[in-house]
């Protein structure tokens, strides 16, 4: 139920306004790599300008999670540590339990 009230709050106005920005620039605007000679044909491509302002935003998404996972790295690292010396001392304590155990016989 949440996840619908989410969807219904959040999703479909971002949607309304991403199609209706998509809609109000759809003129194709020149974007060059050269800013010393803007006419150059190589390193010019010519597309709408919502193309540009999507692809920066998935960059930006991109980029942010990227720095996000390798912010947290070192709270992975210590997760992973405590994993593996819990599994050693389960290990001993399974080892010591067994030790201690009656044999019948």
Known sequence: MLNRI??????VPLA?????LAVANRAATPFTLDPFHPGNP?????????????A????G????????WFR??????????????????????RQKGSALAPTDG
Do not use: C, D, N
Request: charged share 20%; hydrophobic share 60%; aromatic share 12%.
């Open 72 to 93: 947290q790295r070192r709270y992975r690292r210590i997760a992973r540590e405590r994993s593996q010396e819990m599994e050693r001392l389960r290990a001993a304590e």
């Open 42 to 54: 190589g390193l010019t491509v010519e597309m709408p300008l919502f193309v540009y302002l999507f």
């Open 16 to 20: 309304i306004v991403l199609i209706a």
């Open 6 to 11: 989410v969807i219904v709050l959040v999703f």
């Open 61 to 68: 998404l991109f980029v942010g999670s990227f720095v996000t």
């Open 56 to 59: 920066a935003l998935v960059i």
